[in-house]
């Protein structure tokens, strides 16, 4: 096939736009937050404008996420890291300081990038604001807008991994994880590649809940040759509450050490810590009814035995409790969507758009 002809003007348009690209990345450094900052690398206009004339399909996939990123970083989601927490395995290692007796208890970044410090007031200020909009995502977000634009942009570039996994490092309750499992599905039946069913069964596990649903999926993951040998490890531990969430851990590690953009970890770090509490109450729940030949009735069972100093606070949910039905402990999390009466003018003022893509 003979390479496309690239007349006088496309070349002098292509060399206007490469070069107007240099200013541009200057203007984001001054102006634009630092999680926008991030998702423009160095060599982005470099990449991203050639693929325009070159293959429309990916650029047109480059637009629409970059239009999901835009959109979803209207919310101004807190971003924050505890003062005791390890930062380096971030994008740009920073330290963070922490001298026993001042009153800095985290930090987050400013306008310019740079570290500022927080006050405890000023942290849970941020923890409120996080909170509100992890569970009542809904009023602030159109969700599935958002899950259209990652579902378009993956089908139209479906070898970018980098797609998927940021749509799914945004799903903080269950409206979000449904709405991702349905661009998951999707994929995965155009593609026919394991990981999109995979994720799917994580969501429908770890986070809808739903063993069953997420059996399937890890088999339909199966179905594809190139998978792993750690889903069919999974699939195996779908109903073994302690084994699943063991495995569960490992998994995140090793995503959060493989992650490049700064955001994305920061969300991959409170996900590791969730799961990695939804571990330690089961764990000891187990050891609770080896130890006594019958299930708790409640977590606090656990700490009255001492196998727990105190019962976790749920930073994902609305709480940890006991099933006794499955004899697990879960996150508790907001199902149901708040009506419009139940909304404060404040909270009426929603990103939302009109349009949906498809």
Known sequence: MNPPRVGPAVVLSLTALLAGSVPLK???????????????????????????????????????????????????????????????????????????GNEIVAWTHGPDGRDLPLTRDQLE???????????????????????DLIET???????????????????????????????LDTVHTHTGHWRPAFDAGWLLLFTLQEPEMAATRFQQA???????????????????????????VQFLLAQLHAATDHDMATRLERQLAWTMDLLALNRAARAYHTRHGHPIASLEDLVRDGLLRAVPEDKMGQGYAWDPERQEVFSQTLFNVPTAKEESPSQEKTIRSSSRCR
């Open 222 to 248: 199966l179905a594809d040759p190139a998978a792993p040998a750690f889903v069919r490890d999974l699939l195996a531990r779908t109903f073994l509450t302690v084994q699943k969430y063991e495995m569960a």
């Open 26 to 100: 200057r203007h984001l450094a001054q102006s634009a937050p630092a999680a926008v900052r991030e998702t423009f690398n160095p060599s982005f206009a470099l990449q991203a404008l050639p693929l325009a004339f070159l293959n429309h399909r990916i650029a047109a996939s480059q637009w629409l996420l970059l239009e999901a990123i835009l959109y979803i970083l209207k919310l101004d989601f807190p971003h924050y890291h505890l003062a005791e927490e390890d930062d380096n395995h971030h994008s740009h290692a920073h330290a963070h300081p922490h001298k026993p």
């Open 125 to 147: 200020t941020l923890q409120q604001r996080e909170r509100e909009l992890t569970l009542h995502m809904d009023r602030y977000l159109d969700i599935p807008y958002f899950y």
């Open 153 to 183: 942009a993956a089908l139209l570039d479906p070898e970018n991994r980098f797609i998927l996994a940021y749509g799914q490092s945004w799903v903080l309750n269950p409206s979000m994880a449904r709405e991702m499992v349905r661009v």
